[in-house]
T-cell receptor, first 121, second 112 residues
Framework: QVQLVQSAAEVKRPGASVKVSCEAS????????IHWVRQAPGQGLEWMGW????????KYSEKLQGRVTFTRDTSANTAYMEVRSLRSEDTAVYYC??????????????WGQGTLITVSS | DIVMTQSPLSLPVSPGESASISCRSS???????????LDWYLQKPGQSPQLLIY???NRASGVPDRFSGSGSGTDFTLKISRVEAEDVGVYYC?????????FGPGTKVEIK
C-alpha cells in the first residue's frame, strides 16, 4: 500500500544540524509533491514548506527560510528535510506528507509516521 | 496568512451521540476554479494525522460515512454521527487555498 516511512528519532545539541528522510513506497515519489509539517510537544501543526519532487523546486515557510533545506533522491524514492542551527524550540515531531492536487492545490495523504527531533544540551 | 479558528477546542461526547466541530477561515477558501480548499484531519493519540475529508465534503478512502463535512466560503462544519470510541483524538481543519497552508488549533474529542 501507499506509505511514507521516515527515519528514526534523533537527539541533537543546539547549533547542530539534522537530516530526516521520508521514503515513499507503493508509488513513485516524483508523481506528487511532498510537504513537511512539524508539531512541537503538545502543540498544533505547523507547515514548514514543500518540494516539487518532479523538478526539485522548493518553497519554505518564512519562519524557517534560510535554516531548512528540502531535497530528494529519485533513485531512492526518498525525500529529505535538513534543519541547521538547531534551537531548543525546534524540538518537535517532523512529518512528511504527500499532496494530492485538484486544480490549484490539494490535500495531504498519507502522512509519514513522524520523526521526533529533540534539541537539548 | 489565512487564520483558521475552530470551536469548541474540547468536546466530550457519549458513545452513540453526534458531534459537530466548527471551523472558520479569515477569508473565503473558494478558488476561481470552483474548488474550496478546506480539509479535515484526525490525529489519534500517538499517531500521525490522517486525512478525513478533502475539499469540504469528500470523504477520504476508508473513512466511515459517519463522518461528513459541509460549509462554504469561510464557515465549515465536520459532523460525526454516532461517535465511537475509535473516534477520539484531535481534529484539525486546514486551508490549502493559499501558501502557507494553515491549520486550525485543533478540537480534542474525548469519550465521556
Amino acid at each position: 500500500q501507499v506509505q511514507l516511512v521516515q527515519s528514526a528519532a534523533e537527539v541533537k545539541r543546539p547549533g547542530a544540524s539534522v537530516k530526516v528522510s521520508c521514503e515513499a513506497s507503493g508509488y513513485t515519489l516524483t508523481s506528487h509533491p511532498i510537504h513537511w509539517v512539524r508539531q512541537a510537544p503538545g502543540q498544533g501543526l505547523e507547515w514548514m514548506g514543500w518540494i516539487n519532487t518532479a523538478n526539485g523546486n522548493t518553497k519554505y515557510s518564512e519562519k524557517l527560510q534560510g535554516r531548512v533545506t528540502f531535497t530528494r533522491d529519485t533513485s531512492a524514492n526518498t525525500a529529505y528535510m535538513e534543519v541547521r542551527s538547531l534551537r531548543s524550540e525546534d524540538t518537535a515531531v517532523y512529518y512528511c506528507a504527500r499532496q494530492f492536487a485538484r486544480g490549484w492545490s490539494g490535500w495531504f495523504d498519507p502522512w509519514g509516521q513522524g520523526t521526533l527531533i529533540t534539541v537539548s544540551s | 496568512d489565512i487564520v483558521m479558528t475552530q470551536s469548541p477546542l474540547s468536546l466530550p461526547v457519549s458513545p452513540g451521540e453526534s458531534a459537530s466541530i466548527s471551523c472558520r477561515s479569515s477569508r473565503s477558501l473558494l478558488h476561481s476554479n470552483g474548488n474550496t480548499y478546506l480539509d479535515w484531519y484526525l490525529q489519534k493519540p500517538g499517531q500521525s494525522p490522517q486525512l478525513l475529508i478533502y475539499l469540504v465534503s469528500n470523504r477520504a478512502s476508508g473513512v466511515p460515512d459517519r463522518f461528513s463535512g459541509s460549509g462554504s466560503g469561510t464557515d465549515f462544519t465536520l459532523k460525526i454521527s454516532r461517535v465511537e470510541a475509535e473516534d477520539v483524538g484531535v481534529y484539525y481543519c486546514m486551508q490549502a487555498l493559499q501558501t502557507p497552508p494553515t491549520f486550525g488549533p485543533g478540537t480534542k474529542v474525548e469519550i465521556k
